[in-house]
């Protein structure tokens, strides 16, 4: 028997809808995120007992199936907050006459936007889109912020005046999706965005129109430690130049590259996923790297030649394949990123476990210390900021580090991308961009 036997006018054609046999325990995030990602988007329909693709009905008795609503129940409350709207059925029906049933879940559209899933102390955010569940990008989180209905704005008090004009891409975006509605300070303020002496408070800060060209956000954060950094070195090695993500100085051979802050949109809304990242490239090739995340205080580094670190005890990669159930991909991308690397994810997706947590170097020292076998990266412009000191940490903890297409490339310059892996899974990865992807 197959689903369209016992549910009336469903939509098997449709990337609102997706089943599972049975809820996998050995890799609750591969289900989990499915509903996360219904939720960041228009809702869906998830049904549980029914193979996938063939739609085939597998079905439990009722006392599995009341143990296979539980569990699903549990991982929910335990990993994804706040918790969707969700309606969870039985559909009963018959089968060489015993009785059978199916789970549906019907997921809304959440009302508080974005719904996290946190795994093992790594929060990612997931969005649904054309019949897959992937990472979503910063523009998305971005925007289904603005579009939450209840949007909670619990995470930054802020020393910003408040300013209509500086907030003019919000304005507009809330015009257009309101009948031109105008959003003005009365109705900011009934929001929590602006208090009664006129500042920003809370999130308030991730809608002001200082975005990146990337679409990214800056924040005071990134300029005062990318400021700080110029100063220290200045005065320690003034012939030394300084390239910060968000400030530069000087020229030389001796270039400290510096990403004040990896993962700005999430630390913005307090979401515990942002690294400092500092190198030292000597000639184009990072001689000293360091990493260093505040939210579980782990400082990674590494000298050329001595190894790689976290809080000074050795790191190494790990030595799966990429079909090995423990691989894990992160992988970064954004909609206006030069090259379009959706095709090789549907790809990787066949063969292993994909996700994005926000911070490309957060997510590259996971690779240094095996807990990641690989993470792909599209940024170019002005990107060697976010790899250059994980290519030392990757490469002296014996990973490999390449742009898209498997060469070597310069870390005091604008990048081609990045691959960073445990080294076994390169190769493989490298020949599945190429497929999909033309080198310029």
């Known amino acids: 028997m197959y689903l369209e036997e016992i549910v009336d006018n469903i939509q098997l054609e449709n990337d609102r809808f997706e089943c599972k046999a049975v809820l996998n325990r050995d890799d609750v995030v591969g289900w989990l995120k499915t509903i996360a990602g219904f939720a960041n988007a228009s ?18 008795d009722r006392k599995a199936a009341d143990n296979e609503r539980n569990y699903f129940n549990n991982q ?10 969700m309606n969870i059925s039985f559909i009963r029906y018959e089968a060489n006459k015993n009785e059978r049933f199916v789970i549906r879940i019907s997921v809304k559209e959440s009302d508080i936007k974005p ?31 603005v579009r939450s209905k209840k949007t909670q704005y619990d995470v930054l008090e802020s020393d910003i005046k408040y300013n209509p004009d500086k907030i003019s891409k919000l304005r507009d975006f809330y015009s257009r999706h309101n009948n031109g509605k105008e959003l003005n300070e009365k109705l900011l303020r009934s929001l929590g965005f602006v208090n ?10 991730l809608f002001l129109d200082g975005y ?24 320690k090695y003034p012939t030394h130049a300084v390239d910060g993500e ?9 270039v400290w590259v510096c990403d004040p802050v990896d993962g700005t949109a999430m630390y913005a809304r307090h979401i515990p996923v942002a690294v400092f990242s500092l190198a030292l490239v000597i000639d184009g090739n990072p001689s000293v790297g360091v990493v260093y995340d505040p939210f579980t205080d782990s400082l990674y580094s590494a000298i050329k030649g001595k190894g790689a670190y976290k809080n000074n005890k050795k790191i190494s990669v790990n030595d799966y394949n990429l079909d090995d159930i423990r691989t894990v991909c992160h992988c970064d991308m954004w909609s206006k990123a030069k090259y379009n690397v959706c095709k090789v994810f549907e790809e990787l997706r066949k063969k292993t476990r994909l996700n994005d947590i926000g911070s490309i170097t957060r997510a590259s020292c996971c690779v240094a210390t095996g807990d990641y076998s690989l993470t792909i990266f599209t940024g170019t412009e002005h990107k060697h900021c976010d790899i250059a000191a994980v290519k030392l940490i990757v490469e002296e903890a014996g990973g490999k580090v390449t742009d898209l297409f498997g060469n070597d490339q310069r870390y005091e310059r604008s990048i081609n991308g990045a691959v960073i892996s445990n080294g076994i899974v390169h190769d493989e990865v490298i020949k599945i961009i190429k497929k999909y992807i033309i080198e310029e």
């Open 246 to 254: 968000e400030e530069q100085d000087g020229k030389s051979n001796f």
């Open 43 to 60: 809702g869906g329909e998830f049904y549980i007992g029914v193979k996938d693709k063939t739609n085939q009905l597998v079905g439990f």
């Open 212 to 235: 990146k060209g990337d679409k990214t956000i800056v924040t005071i954060a990134d300029t005062k430690i990318n400021s700080y950094l110029i100063k220290k070195v200045k005065e």
């Open 76 to 85: 929910v409350n335990e990993h994804l907050t706040p918790r969707p709207q």
């Open 115 to 145: 719904v996290i899933l946190k795994y093992q102390n790594i929060p990612s955010i997931f969005m649904r889109r054309d019949g897959f569940t992937n990472g979503a990008t910063y523009e998305e989180i971005i925007e289904m912020s």
């Open 196 to 205: 009664e002496s006129g500042y920003l408070l809370n999130g308030a800060v």
